[in-house]
């Protein structure tokens, strides 16, 4: 706990604007390498520790996580973001029949898809989850947030144990509430970006637990009373879902699953930084990164503990 001080014609359509020009002297790797690297460098920096034949699956994985993360941001319309989800819905279908489209990152899934068994349930998971997020793109409740980041975060976490070919209760369940952690950390770091966009992903249930009126963060930000209360519970909520992933694998991490598990030392810097600053999510500090981050991953690597 915290010291609290204070179809064919869309397929088509994406193609044209988005996959073909990305093709050339890049190969479908070198390309999710170079994406993850631009928009997760977090998660670029963990990929050192991933087996260096695996590595492209890794970055495979993630870039299609990031990729559809973003759509909800580049888009002028829900109907273009439905169109762009429908291109991953048919993607995936396609790389199970061994037939993926000219996209590099449906090529790099497809060869990752060789390398081990990756369950379509866990892409269209993601894909279902994101899609429902255009039309509505907050939670009302806890809950929902949570069932939200099973459905986005975690079902990304089961993909990569699947990876490694690392089947285990255990493992999964640990997965499933650092994906929460991982979830709750990126929005109240996402909170500034987010409020200038009209969109408050802190749920309705804490705010309005501390008189937050969410008109008036879209307006004046940190100056906004109760606000400083409403990060504060969210970020514990998030913390106690990291501590309970710990505590489940409170005898050290396996050796071969801690590349996964490294996710949640990012998580815990931000969670360490927030309290830094009394829980102001709008502190530029927040926004910052670590520059200890790398040596961090290293040590909890070595360590076995996240």
Same mark, same amino acid.
């Given at each position: 706990?915290?010291?609290?001080?204070?179809?064919?014609?869309?397929?088509?359509?994406?193609?044209?604007?988005?996959?073909?020009?990305?093709?050339?002297?890049?190969?479908?790797?070198?390309?999710?390498?170079?994406?993850?690297?631009?928009?997760?460098?977090?998660?670029?920096?963990?990929?050192?520790?991933?087996?260096?034949?695996?590595?492209?699956?890794?970055?495979?994985?993630?870039?299609?996580?990031?990729?559809?993360?973003?759509?909800?941001?580049?888009?002028?319309?829900?109907?273009?973001?439905?169109?762009?989800?429908?291109?991953?819905?048919?993607?995936?279908?396609?790389?199970?029949?061994?037939?993926?489209?000219?996209?590099?990152?449906?090529?790099?899934?497809?060869?990752?898809?060789?390398?081990?068994?990756?369950?379509?349930?866990?892409?269209?998971?993601?894909?279902?989850?994101?899609?429902?997020?255009?039309?509505?793109?907050?939670?009302?409740?806890?809950?929902?947030?949570?069932?939200?980041?099973?459905?986005?975060?975690?079902?990304?976490?089961?993909?990569?144990?699947?990876?490694?070919?690392?089947?285990?209760?255990?493992?999964?369940?640990?997965?499933?509430?650092?994906?929460?952690?991982?979830?709750?950390?990126?929005?109240?770091?996402?909170?500034?970006?987010?409020?200038?966009?009209?969109?408050? *992903?802190?749920? !309705?249930? +804490?705010?309005?637990?501390?008189?937050? %009126?969410?008109? &008036?963060? =879209?307006? $004046?930000?940190?100056?906004?009373?109760?606000?400083?209360?409403?990060?504060?519970?969210?970020?514990?909520?998030?913390?106690?879902?990291?501590?309970?992933?710990?505590?489940?694998?409170?005898?050290?991490?396996?050796?071969?699953?801690?590349?996964?598990?490294?996710?949640? *030392?990012?998580? !815990?810097? +931000?969670?360490?930084?927030?309290?830094? %600053?009394?829980? &102001?999510? =709008?502190? $530029?500090?927040?926004?910052?990164?670590?520059?200890?981050?790398?040596?961090?991953?290293?040590?909890?690597?070595?360590?076995?503990?996240?």
């Amino acid at each position: 706990m915290f010291a609290r001080k204070f179809q064919c014609t869309t397929t088509s359509l994406f193609r044209a604007r988005n996959t073909f020009r990305t093709f050339g002297t890049t190969s479908p790797e070198e390309y999710c390498r170079d994406f993850v690297q631009k928009h997760d460098y977090e998660a670029y920096l963990i990929a050192q520790f991933w087996p260096r034949e695996l590595r492209g699956g890794y970055f495979a994985l993630k870039a299609f996580s990031t990729e559809l993360a973003m759509i909800q941001d580049n888009i002028s319309n829900a109907t273009i973001g439905k169109m762009r989800m429908q291109f991953w819905k048919d993607a995936v279908k396609a790389i199970g029949t061994g037939n993926p489209p000219r996209h590099p990152i449906a090529q790099a899934l497809y060869q990752a898809s060789l390398q081990a068994n990756l369950p379509t349930y866990h892409f269209k998971r993601i894909i279902d989850a994101r899609d429902a997020e255009l039309q509505v793109p907050v939670h009302l409740t806890v809950d929902s947030l949570t069932a939200h980041s099973e459905s986005t975060s975690s079902s990304l976490l089961y993909l990569l144990l699947s990876l490694l070919s690392l089947p285990s209760s255990t493992l999964s369940h640990a997965a499933s509430h650092l994906g929460a952690a991982q979830t709750f950390t990126t929005l109240i770091r996402a909170l500034p970006f987010h409020a200038k966009n009209r969109r408050m *992903v802190i749920p !309705s249930e +804490i705010t309005a637990k501390h008189g937050v %009126v969410q008109e &008036d963060v =879209f307006r $004046s930000g940190p100056a906004v009373q109760g606000i400083d209360d409403a990060v504060y519970e969210f970020a514990t909520l998030a913390n106690d879902h990291l501590d309970t992933a710990r505590n489940m694998l409170k005898e050290g991490v396996p050796q071969a699953a801690m590349p996964v598990f490294l996710a949640g *030392v990012p998580v !815990s810097s +931000i969670l360490k930084q927030l309290e830094k %600053v009394n829980f &102001d999510a =709008f502190d $530029s500090r927040v926004q910052i990164r670590d520059w200890k981050l790398p040596w961090m991953i290293w040590k909890g690597y070595y360590r076995r503990a996240f």
